[in-house]
């Protein structure tokens, strides 16, 4: 029997949050940018704001893996495994630090199909963060669970990445580096920390790098080498990154933006995504 989730489409939440300049700072610290420390009324970099609006759960309603469980904003879907598969980000308007902002949510899509993996769950949820009454930032993210992995089942693997990239640079992802991540976005998945868990539970070879994290680098990389606001983003995952190898952030101009993309140690393909310049 199909499960029907059709009735959590359109469900909402709303939140409310301070902009802290000193979570800002400790981001600046976390990705070692040498820069000007950001202050009171500087805009918020290009997908900072996920280092705010919390998703704070209480202790005894975590899931194994550490996420929050789900049936409250989420829908229940019947698959343990959850990942970030992308994102679609425009940026109207600068997001002040040092302020209040809301940011309000609401699910567009559920779907359960099958694929050549396996039975696949897909949910997009859309969000709207804004500062004193501007629309700052306009994003749509994608979901996606599935199922425990089979017995000695490999991670997948990403085809071949480009060979020359006009930009690149290499980070060696430390545990330090995950798990400063994962205290500025309050992110309790133990796939970015817990070593164990990834070799024994999700038959990892290591550490998972964040997502959104590979996500941040992509675009810092664009801003430092473009020198241009950002005005939209968007990225897809392709395939995990281990703490075990370092991996390279890569990009190419384009006329109005940059084509960027994560390789892996053997240059396979892990993220691709592009900017557009405002």
Known sequence: MTEDFSSWIGRERRQVDVLEVSRARAMQATLDDEGRPLKAGDAL??????LYFWEIAPAGRLGYDGHPERG????PLPLQRRMWAGSRVSFPAPLPLGGAARKASKILKVEMKEG???RLGFVTVAHEVAAEGVVAVVEEHDIVYRAPPAPGEKPRQGDPAPVEARWRQVIEPTPTLLFRYSALTFNGHRIHYDLDFCRDSEGYPGLVVHGPLLATLMVELARREGRRPVLQFEFRALAPVFHTRPFSVCGEPLPNGARLWIADADNRLCMQ?????A
Do not use: I, T
């Not at 409250?72 to 829908?75: A, E, K, R, S, V």
């Not at 995504?273 to 310049?277: H, I, L, P, Q």
């Open 45 to 50: 970099p290009p997908l900072w704001h996920w």
């Open 273 to 277: 995504g592009a900017v557009e310049w």
């Open 116 to 118: 050549r993996s396996g």
């Open 72 to 75: 409250d904003f989420l829908p």
